[in-house]
């Protein structure tokens, strides 16, 4: 991935901010070789930071080896001694397995084996977090997928160019294209009914419950029981 322009200026920057992930988006990371960077969405991931259950723990003389499994894998976090601390300079912060714990660090990859090279470990005695994280993975994939949502003001043109640019160079999942072209570029093998559909739903603004069926009958001049049996085109938009 270069750096030079502003998509791949924004893919570095990116690669250096904390990023919320599963584990599961850890192990399905891209890497063209076993020294490679990893990256999630096209974009190059470092910093991360997972909450996870403590399976068990390894205390050796120069660092702590805790196993995690957040409900979709389970991988190793390696907490280095630190000089500071007392007795045997670990600081497991109160850890303790069968418990939760928020863990953020390097993403690393070495000999094939992927693990965060932690640079903090606490308890996540907060019930909410767990539940906070998952929704905080979902929200930044989807922006890194889709492109972000309209901010306070800003119109839908000024979203739809900014999410042109954004790292897979598609318009924004949050807004409607300005254009009834768009549905002919991405859906080139629909039939012609569905293709008015998604034409006439594209143009529609966004709302939280959707475009009704009879007003898409009313536009395609069709039942609205035939709009009920092309389900699939929900899929193809999203």
Known sequence: MGSQGSPGGERRAASQSLRPLTIKQIFSAEQAHTDAELYIDGVEVTQVTVVAQVISIQTQTTNSVYYLDDGTGRMEARLWAD???EDDGIDNRGVKEQTNVRVTGALKSFSGKRYINATNI?????PHELY???????YVT????RGPPP?????ISKVS????????????????PTTTTAASDKYPDVGPLARRIVEFILTQPTRPEGTHVAAIARHVKVDAAA???VP???FRLF
């Open 142 to 145: 989807l922006v890194h997928q």
């Open 161 to 176: 160019a900014s999410a042109s640019t954004s790292t897979n160079g598609n318009y924004s999942a949050y807004t409607t």
């Open 122 to 126: 606490r308890p996540s005695t907060d």
């Open 227 to 229: 709009i009920r049996r």
């Open 232 to 234: 699939f085109i929900l």
């Open 83 to 85: 000089s500071s601390t």
């Open 132 to 138: 906070f994280h998952m929704m905080e993975v979902m």
């Open 151 to 155: 901010r306070a003001g800003e119109t």
